[in-house]
């Protein structure tokens, strides 16, 4: 079946950019729309942004244009970039697969825990 | 604070029926599917329902996802032990032009 795999730095200093990567194993990135989420400490979830694999993408206003989400079909990895990062940044961030034809999120990478320390 | 609202706590007995509800509006819920999720400490959250009210494979019958007008609700029959979790519901906002997650319910099997 499908997996996910998040990878990249665990510490970003504030004002910095954080970096994530999402590899996709066992299925093509090239069939479906790909989603970023994360969770602060404690707190529920939060939808960042997706991606199809021809590079249209749409992520939350919230973020107030400090995302910036690719994809790389060659690899099979879709990344997360997120600029001028502060502490209100940390969280587990996730990708996961939307499933054809909506927006249920089928299958999740396992999360990466990014801190921004204050 | 979560346009879709969720109560942050529920709780039942074994083989009880538990209902979990989600509150949204006409932009959301009201003209887009609504899923679920469970999490478990620690874990990734894990698709339990999508549309009209469909299960991945393993989602075993016990859960159910009705929906009337702007609010849907997430039932659980004969609960057990390991229903014990965090809940979620989720749906595309057309006005907001965004994912939204409700705040979760967190669930208790006493």
């Known amino acids: 079946q499908v997996q996910l795999q998040e990878s990249g730095p665990g510490l970003v200093r504030p004002s910095e950019t954080l970096s994530l990567t999402c590899t996709v194993s066992?299925?093509?990135?090239?069939?479906?729309?790909w989603s970023w989420i994360r969770q602060p400490p404690g707190m529920g979830l939060e939808w960042i942004g997706h991606?199809?694999?021809?590079?249209?993408?749409n992520h939350s206003p919230s973020l107030k244009g400090r995302v910036t989400i690719s994809v790389d079909t060659s690899k099979n990895q879709f990344s997360l970039k997120l600029n001028s990062v502060t502490a209100a940044d940390t969280a587990v961030y996730y990708c996961?697969?939307?499933?054809?034809?909506?927006?249920?999120?089928?299958?999740w990478g396992q999360g990466t825990p990014v801190t921004v320390p204050s | 604070q979560s346009v879709l609202t969720q109560p942050p706590s529920a709780s039942g007995t074994p083989g009880q029926r538990v209902t979990i509800s989600c509150s949204g509006s006409?932009?959301?819920?009201?003209?887009?599917?609504v899923y679920w999720y469970k999490q478990l400490p620690g874990a990734a959250p894990k698709l339990l329902l999508f549309?009209?009210?469909q299960r991945p494979s393993g989602v075993p019958d016990r859960f159910s996802g009705p929906k009337s007008g702007t609010s849907a609700s997430l039932a659980i029959s004969g609960l057990r032990s390991e229903d014990e979790a965090d809940y979620y519901c989720?749906?595309?906002?057309?006005?907001?032009?965004?994912?939204?997650f409700g705040g979760g319910t967190k669930l208790t099997v006493l």
């Open positions: 996961a697969r939307n499933r054809r034809g909506g927006g249920a999120l089928d299958y």
């Open positions: 066992n299925g093509s990135i090239s069939t479906h729309f």
């Open positions: 991606i199809y694999y021809t590079g249209s993408t």
């Open positions: 006409s932009s959301n819920i009201g003209i887009n599917d």
């Open positions: 549309t009209n009210d």
């Open positions: 989720a749906a595309w906002d057309d006005t907001l032009t965004i994912m939204l």
